[in-house]
């Protein structure tokens, strides 16, 4: 199985190497910074998620919220985890390519 940290270190190596002659430099934010920021999102929801289940069972949250948060979580993980999955399909997809 292929490691998914490998394949992103995979990526910044060659997406560092797009700076040169004939190459236009890239304006906004890489890859690397996009999914970065992503996965602290997903972290974050995960993290509200767990503290809302933890103050819903010592009586101190709105089951609604509760639920909420739990639905959140859920479907932040699924996506998370189907993203994995194109990813590192990709990654095997190129490893296959002939040179």
Same mark, same amino acid.
């Given at each position: 199985? =292929?490691?998914?940290?490998? !394949? !992103? &270190?995979a990526y &910044?190596? %060659?997406a560092a190497r797009t700076?040169?002659?004939g190459l &236009?430099?890239?304006d906004g934010a890489s890859f690397g910074? =996009?999914?970065e920021q992503t !996965?602290?999102?997903a972290i974050g929801t995960m993290k509200n998620s767990e503290k809302m289940s933890a103050m819903a069972a010592v009586g101190q949250a709105d089951l609604t919220d509760v639920v909420q948060?739990? %639905?959140?979580?859920?479907?932040t993980l699924q996506t998370v985890t189907t993203v994995?999955?194109?990813?590192l399909n990709a990654y095997q997809e190129i490893l296959r390519m002939p040179i």
């Open positions: 199985m =292929v490691n998914p940290i490998n !394949a !992103a &270190a &910044a190596n %060659t700076n040169g002659p &236009a430099p890239r910074d =996009v999914l !996965a602290k999102d948060a739990v %639905t959140n979580a859920e479907i994995r999955d194109k990813v």
